[in-house]
């Protein structure tokens, strides 16, 4: 920390080339430039502490449930807190159901979607395109939730013929056209990204226009595309309205993909349908907590397998420069 | 054009060439010139004067940019290629190319090498790794790699990169070899081996080479054609070009008073 006080003595120069005096002077360090110094140092920060504070008041308001409950309790398959029962293992199941349902959806959606606009359609197109897919994105989820309830869900049950519209099914489609923009448009920047002369070079060896995309464009994108799959994956988990609105909130033990044309309840949805009418500091209040916290771990995980995948592309690519 | 006994035979006659890009620019006007069968056809001059693209017109690289207008013929064998019924796939498979910047594809030295060769249909293990061995060979490439094969390709140094490039280009067995100023990023040893290659490979294919200097293709040439502004300057042996050219301009590039 010292040294950020003190002037550093690697910047000193020779300030008089032509008489060969040497003489000493610090490079000015404008207070401007101090000020900018200290206010990223304080964003970088402030940003670090601020997950740790979260993680901590997470973990201070669950833990006295994980006193009252034992860990049989939380796995059993029943959550009806009212009458004492805890079982978190459905909710966790529907999270993972609706979102690895969308994520089936969405993922090869958007890449098509990405590769169509980067490398498909002509350059206005894609000006055109481009931005007509990252509206989509800024849609509230409350109104793509509304689009759910009266266009999806009766489809849903015409087409599944499933007693009710509600179901696992509709909550990974509306999720799914939830994250397509995000994959898109940052699968699209990747692969747009990727130097001509890969494409020139794979073209030259006699590749036609698709196998240059598949076997050379995209591999050399996946960094981009994979950072933008989890984005995308990233906001399905933790996408509560829309969810809420369209799964059914039937808090159902997930036997198997059959279950997908069953109304499910997702983690979520649970926090948010429960957490007004919780009576504050009992076991169901704290136990919403625990909920909170698996929801953050899980998308922690996620996280941390993507910066791990990119992370060791990056060291890969580094090696490179060297 | 000199009538001369000593003229090889041509493997690739441009008649009349003239491109010009949609933005206005006229990159080449008139060229016709001969690339010979077996010899270093050199393209030199200074830059912006439309060897690349010259170079491009010869396996339809070109399609990839906004050409306005394309006029002329170019001959491979006496088929001409720039017309539109062609198949530019397989011309790009008889007409190989290596780029100024070396550029290792996103897989391992392996699996560059044997990319076009599965991509033209080659599946057998056996005549790949013959093929491969014999490439890398050809490349001056092959003691430094054999070992490594499997390595991620982006990993080579700068100079092997473009070795390997070469040598992914010998796969296909073409018949014709571009380079595109292929040693403008290396050091002269790599320079030195990508040339002696070149010496080796001019028995069996027909090398255009864009060089990076004047002195490359003085020492390269076999023949050389003098580029400036889109224009043929002048057109002869080696020799002769870099030691008494006929033209004043030539004359004053290759002694260095401008360029």
Known sequence: ??????????????????????????????????????????????????????????????????????????????????????????????????????????????????????????????????????????????????????????LVRRFAGAPTGLTALTGSLLLALMALPTIVSVAEDAIDAVPVSYRNAALALGATRWQTIWRVVVPAARTGILTGMMLGVGRAIGETMAVMMVTGNAARIVTGPADLFLPVRTMTATIAAEMGEVAQGSTHYHLLFVIGFVLFLISFIVNLAASAVVFRETRRSERVMS | MMTDPTVPEYKIRIENFSIRYSDGVESLRGISLDLYACQINVLFGPAGGGKSTLLRALNRLNDLVDVEEQSGRVLLDGVDISAAGVDVVALRRRVGMVFARPVPLPMTIRQNLFYGPQLAGMRAASSLERLLEQSLRQAALWDEVKDRLDEPAVALSGGQQQRLCLARTLMLEPEVILLDEPT????????????????????????????????????????????????????????????????????????????
């Not at chain 1, 020779?14 to 990223?40: A, H, M, S």
């Open chain 1, 1 to 154: 920390m010292l040294r950020l006080w003190w002037p550093n003595w690697a910047l000193y120069r020779c300030n008089n080339r032509d008489t060969g005096i040497v003489e000493r002077e610090p490079i000015k360090r404008t207070w401007q430039e101090f000020l900018i110094e200290r206010i990223i140092r304080a964003t970088g920060v402030s940003a670090i502490a601020i997950v740790g504070l979260i993680i901590l008041f997470l973990l201070r308001e669950a833990v006295p449930a994980l006193m009252q409950v034992t860990p049989a309790d939380l796995l059993a398959d029943r959550w009806y807190p009212v009458e004492g029962y805890y079982g978190l293992a459905p909710l966790i199941l529907g999270t993972l159901l609706v979102t690895v349902g969308a994520a089936v959806i969405a993922l090869p959606a958007g890449l098509a979607t990405a590769i169509f606009i980067a490398e498909i359609v002509p350059r206005w197109a894609r000006d055109l395109l481009k931005p007509f897919v990252e509206v989509l994105a800024g849609i509230p989820s409350v109104v793509l939730g509304f689009i759910g309830m009266l266009a999806l869900a009766p």
């Open chain 2, 184 to 259: 403008s990023g290396l050091d002269p040893i790599s320079t030195a081996k990508v040339e002696s290659s070149l010496q080796e490979l001019k028995g069996r294919y027909t090398i255009a080479v864009i060089p990076h200097s004047v002195q490359q293709a003085a020492r390269v040439a076999d023949w050389a054609a003098f580029f400036l502004q889109g224009e043929l300057i002048e057109h002869g042996p080696g020799t002769a070009l870099f030691t008494n050219p006929q033209d004043e301009r030539t004359e004053d590039y290759v002694t260095g008073r401008f360029g």
